[in-house]
């Protein structure tokens, strides 16, 4: 089922690239490196991701369903943005960032188009999506204080925030430029000096983007910039500014962010002509081969959980987190001697790892219920 | 009959295609509309392999739980690996 709301995604996202003014062949060539990118994997793989994909299809919609709103002035087309807006806020709280691209594409896709003097102004049009966003945002942020990342969240200053930020944008923007090999749990590296470099290297691909904006002529380069906008937007709930667990990022929230990019590629792809828009669509279509057949070999990680937390053992050996899910994973299958054997590798890499002797004891206890013989 | 309107596509315009008898003369069949159904399919492609979840029983231990250990030679290895790590238990 994740595989064919993948492929609607795809579809969807060709539709609004082209609702954009994209031509048939960069949009074909953008779909194509979004949809075969490695990092979709745990999207498309993992079935409780599907929230990711219903998410998205609802925040496609809603985009496709604006520009046709914008282009043609029917209501209905609005009316339907809202309920694919409804729809994606309810399947995913990362799509409260909505508002946002709609923002982006009135102002940088339509505004200079209509000439319009307040360009920078939303529209009221916007107020909806807006309440459904922050309604969604609130609950999200209140779950979380409840749900167990409240600890996480505690303590956060804005500089602890801020450097965990610069952290996480360094974990996409390596991942979408370098999807190989994967890391399926990826924590902040203990070495200042590696943290360091990650920050330098986040705020030059900033500074880096922000060059690049102004460089972007406006009248020519409305829907690059309403991608990279896109990208930010979609970026900014899940890049760590607001702590959910120990990890720099996930593949799968990468999803949404992607989606901008290919737009911004896409729309790239146009602004030049002859010899080296052949080139780059080359490039494009070779790529998205080569991240096919990436995508097909990471795909067979994600058979069951003894597959996946086995083959992240064996790229990240000193992986802490591996093991423990690996044990977990015995656990829940009811064999509590094979699980204890992976809690104790993650011991072996830190003894003092909390969760790991928690359920190490939990499965010492399993063993006892069943008879002192059993014990390892 | 849509490819002449001049107006680009959006995913409304795939819906009205799609809805509009083939007496009417609309290329509903035409390239651009197979496009999206093209980029879906090849979307698809790399997670073909895990269709075999959409038919197999889902208790069947060959395909889920430690039954599937046996028949992996991926787990199977690092579980022995990890076996021996784990001091030869």
Known sequence: MNTVLHGVVAAILY????????????????????????????????????????????????????????????????????????????????????????????????SPQSGARHRWWP??????????????????????????????????????RLSRGLLGLWFYVANTVWPWPSRLFSIPPESLMVRQ????????????????????????????????????????????????????GADRHAYLAQAGIALSLAAGIDLVSG????????????????????????????????SLFAAEMRRSPQSKIAPLHLGAAWLDAGHPREALVFFEKSLEIDPHFELALRNAAKARAQLDSQGVENLP | MWANRGK??????????LNQPLASGSRWLGSEHLVPLVLATVAMLPYLQTTQFLWVNLDDPQFFGPGAIASSPVTGDALMRSLTHGGGR
């Open chain 1, 15 to 110: 539709g609004v690239v082209r609702g954009l003014g994209v031509s048939r062949v960069s949009s074909v060539a953008g779909v194509l490196l979004f949809a075969l990118h490695p990092q979709r994997v745990e999207a498309v793989a993992w079935l409780t991701a599907r929230k990711e994909l219903l998410g998205a299809i609802g925040f496609l919609l809603a985009v496709g369903f604006w520009v046709r709103w914008r282009r043609l002035g029917v209501g209905w087309a609005l009316a339907a943005s809202y309920v694919s807006a409804l729809v994606a806020v309810a399947s995913h709280p990362g799509t409260v960032v909505l508002p946002g691209v709609l923002w982006a594409v009135d102002t940088f896709v339509f």
């Open chain 1, 123 to 160: 529209s009221p049009a916007l107020i909806p999506p807006l309440l459904m966003g922050l309604a969604v945002a609130a609950m999200t942020y209140l779950m979380h204080q409840h749900g167990g990342h409240g600890e996480a969240e505690a303590g956060q200053g804005i500089v602890d």
């Open chain 1, 197 to 248: 470099v990650m920050a330098i290297g986040s705020l030059a691909v900033l500074g880096g983007g922000i060059w690049l904006w102004g460089k972007l002529e406006e009248s020519r380069c409305g829907v690059i910039r309403c991608g990279l906008a896109w990208a930010g937007f979609a970026l900014l709930p899940v890049v760590g500014v607001v702590a959910a667990g120990p990890y720099l």
């Open chain 1, 275 to 306: 010899p080296l828009r052949k080139g780059l669509l080359v490039l494009a279509f070779g790529t998205s081969v080569i991240f096919a057949g990436l995508s097909t070999v990471r795909c067979a990680d994600w058979r069951d959980s003894f």
């Open chain 2, 8 to 17: 680009p596509l959006v995913f409304a315009d795939m819906i009205n295609v």
